[in-house]
């Protein structure tokens, strides 16, 4: 079992930016593949990028590509979403979700599918 706590979002006006975290807890080993996904108002959930166990592999949906920057802190077990540039249409719920079976990463992880637990979601909202 693996909880994921999501924290961070906000109220921010378009060109700011905001860092989201996820805390996951209830597992020793941080050696999985994580993701961040949101969902705005009306639409289905959309990946936003992902990474692999020891971060240094990377995935972004073609939208935040150049503004959003994914990391994680294993001796923290937390995982980052740094948000630049923030436009109104990147409001959403954002929701962070951990594929416990695969350590590495491949193109599957775009696809919510791929992920056994999520977070509950945080709220970002960008004014323009």
């Known amino acids: 079992q693996v909880q994921l706590v999501e924290s961070g979002g906000g109220l921010v006006q378009a060109g700011g930016s905001l860092r989201l975290s996820c805390a996951a807890s209830?597992?020793?080993?941080?050696?999985?593949?994580m993701g961040w996904f949101r969902q705005a108002p009306g639409k289905g959930r959309e990946f936003v990028g992902a990474?692999?166990?020891?971060?240094?592999?990377?995935y972004y949906a073609d939208s935040v590509k150049g503004r959003f920057t994914i990391s994680r802190a294993n001796a923290q077990n937390t995982v980052y979403l740094q948000m630049n540039s923030l436009k109104p249409e990147d409001t959403a719920v954002y929701y962070c979700?951990?594929?416990?079976?695969?350590?590495?990463?491949?193109?599957?992880?775009?696809?919510?599918?791929?992920?056994?637990?999520w977070g509950r979601g945080t709220q970002v909202t960008v004014s323009s």
């Open positions: 209830g597992r020793t080993s941080s050696r999985y593949a």
């Open positions: 990474l692999n166990w020891d971060g240094l592999n990377t």
């Open positions: 979700a951990a594929d416990i079976t695969k350590p590495g990463l491949g193109p599957w992880h775009r696809s919510e599918r791929e992920y056994e637990y």
